[in-house]
């Protein structure tokens, strides 16, 4: 059974940077799509950024120039580069991955706390 974790997460002041990773428990498997999601409290889990196997990343329009989504598919690792942090972006962020197999499946993170505060 595949299982993802995040890493990175923490507080942070504002203006100040972070970087999360996501990695899968296995590696032998092709992995279409990875996104990220956060959920802040009270707030609907939302869509921070994606990007789909040789695609390109697509943004939500609060995080655009300040986080970048990249991806290792030798290892089926995902980060996301978070830059120019504002008090907003704290919430939990969610590790999500999608394949094609046989069927569709699939895999969500735990998630990771980041908080931006002073």
């Known amino acids: 059974q595949v299982q993802l974790r995040e890493s990175g997460g923490g507080l942070v002041q504002p203006g100040g940077s972070l970087t999360l990773s996501c990695a899968a428990s296995?590696?032998?498997?092709?992995?279409?799509?990875m996104a990220w999601h956060r959920q802040a409290p009270g707030k609907q889990r939302e869509l921070v950024a994606t990007?789909?196997?040789?695609?390109?990343?697509i943004y939500a329009d609060s995080v655009k120039g300040r986080f970048t989504i990249s991806r290792d598919d030798a290892k089926n690792m995902m980060y996301l580069q978070m830059n120019s942090l504002k008090p907003e972006d704290t919430a939990v962020y969610y590790c999500?991955?999608?394949?094609?197999?046989?069927?569709?499946?699939?895999?969500w993170g735990q998630g990771t706390q980041v908080t931006v505060s002073s």
């Open positions: 296995e590696t032998s498997i092709s992995i279409d799509a």
């Open positions: 990007v789909t196997r040789g695609g390109s990343p």
């Open positions: 999500f991955m999608k394949r094609l197999a046989t069927r569709l499946v699939t895999y």
